[in-house]
């Protein structure tokens, strides 16, 4: 069993920057792959970034490519989200997810397993 717990969210302005970090608790974190979902108020959750179990495979959305950085650090059983050049466009609940299954970043949110209770990101303009 794996617990998620994310942190890190707050509320900036825009072109601000921010770093979300997934703690986890359970020795398997450190295989599985995981990601980063967003849901708006009023929209459904989407994907923004997923990371392979070694940190060596990452993808993201369009929306986000070039502004947001998904890593990883094993050693301490932790996803983070680099996020830069926020947009008012960017606020949601981000959540962080792992996912059991092997071999390939996933971009649905029904593939992953394991879930975070999310954390508030607000970028004002």
């Known amino acids: 069993q794996v617990q998620l717990v994310e942190s890190g969210g707050g509320l900036v302005q825009a072109g601000d920057s921010l770093r979300l970090s997934c703690a986890a608790s359970g020795r398997a974190f450190s295989s599985y792959a995981s990601g980063w979902f967003r849901q708006a108020p009023g929209k459904e959750r989407e994907f923004v970034a997923a990371?392979?179990?070694?940190?060596?495979?990452?993808y993201y959305a369009d929306s986000v490519k070039g502004r947001f950085t998904i890593s990883r650090d094993n050693a301490k059983n932790t996803v983070y989200l680099q996020m830069n050049s926020l947009k008012p466009g960017d606020t949601a609940v981000y959540y962080c997810?792992?996912?059991?299954?092997?071999?390939?970043?996933?971009?649905?949110?029904?593939?992953?397993?394991?879930w975070g209770q999310g954390t508030q990101v607000t970028v004002s303009s």
């Open positions: 997810a792992a996912t059991t299954v092997m071999g390939m970043l996933l971009l649905r949110a029904k593939e992953y397993d394991y």
């Open positions: 990371i392979n179990w070694s940190g060596g495979s990452t």
